[in-house]
């Protein structure tokens, strides 16, 4: 047995009460925007004074996440494996966009954590997340391959004549991101309580820490905007000045519309 499932089993035997007094939460609390929306960002202003981290487990995650989108375990054992991780990456705050897989699970998880939801408005988040397609191809990782799969369905949705160019670079149909971004933002907002849940416009995170404080009851000098621009992209391509705008105005209107009229969303 190697020292790695050793320290495991050794955390998992600590009752709750024992790991509390030794390593007090300051703050219990997930981020589960979608990925390109300021996940990274969150961790990081929360990096200095807490115990915080982007995507722990990340491989380890999607591999578990993969096997109930296949059917492979139930629901049941989906939220005991999230439950049991808790012991081992026992954070303040995780940001991680793949716990927003069902974030109605998560919550049956945690039912007494608070959640943050960061929302890019849809044709910006569209652009940076064809940057990030092009420079981390799923072919370049098994994880990635799954999670594309998975949360982008992009099987279902073949290019149209208005979007053929993103072939050129294995990239994605407009209409196959912008319902992910719609769905996801949806699944949040009908799982999560009101009370439990700050939703953050990524353009507004700096300005935001009187309203993060407030909501998690923290001192607002606790929270580190030095580290609230991370992951920018290596490389931009500015794919969405090639297609049409009158046909990207179109397919925002078509899928993004509830969700940008619910939280009072600018298209771009």
């Known amino acids: ?32 925007g ?9 961790a990081g202003i929360f990096d200095k004074h807490f115990r915080a981290s982007h995507e722990p ?21 989906y939220v005991k494996w999230l439950i049991k ?22 919550y049956h998880a945690y039912p007494k954590s608070k959640y943050i939801l960061s929302v890019r408005n849809p044709l910006s988040w569209l652009d940076s997340m064809i940057n990030h397609t092009i420079n981390y191809p799923p072919k370049s990782e098994l994880v990635i391959e799954y999670w594309h799969s998975m949360f982008f ?8 004549k208005y979007d053929e160019i993103l072939k ?14 719609n769905k996801s933002i949806k699944s949040v907002l009908d799982a999560i309580p009101k009370e439990q849940l700050l939703t953050l416009n990524t353009k507004a995170i700096r300005s935001s820490a009187n309203e993060i404080a407030y909501f998690l ?31 990207l105005e179109q397919s925002c209107k078509q899928y993004c ?12």
């Not at 369905?153 to 149209?160: D, V």
């Not at 050129?168 to 971004?181: D, G, H, I, P």
């Open 1 to 32: 047995m190697n020292y790695s499932k050793i320290t495991n089993l050794i955390k998992y035997s600590i009752p709750d009460i024992v790991r509390n007094q030794i390593h007090p939460r300051s703050t219990h609390v997930f981020c589960i």
């Open 34 to 42: 979608t990925p390109k929306s300021g996940t990274t960002s969150i």
């Open 57 to 77: 487990e990340r491989v380890e995650l999607i591999s578990l996440i993969h096997k109930h989108y296949n059917k492979s375990i139930t629901d049941a054992d």
């Open 85 to 106: 991780r808790d012991k081992r990456v026992w954070l303040d705050l995780e940001s991680n966009c793949f716990l927003g897989y069902k974030p109605e699970l998560l």
């Open 153 to 160: 369905q992009h099987e279902k949705y073949p290019h149209s």
């Open 168 to 181: 050129k670079y294995n990239v994605y149909a407009v209409e196959s991101y912008l319902r992910y971004w």
């Open 217 to 247: 009851n923290i001192a607002p000098t606790r929270i580190d905007f030095q580290l609230d621009h991370l992951n920018k992209a290596p490389k931009k391509y500015n794919l969405l000045e090639q297609l049409d705008k009158s046909f």
């Open 257 to 268: 519309t509830e969700m940008v009229d619910k939280l009072a969303l600018d298209y771009y």
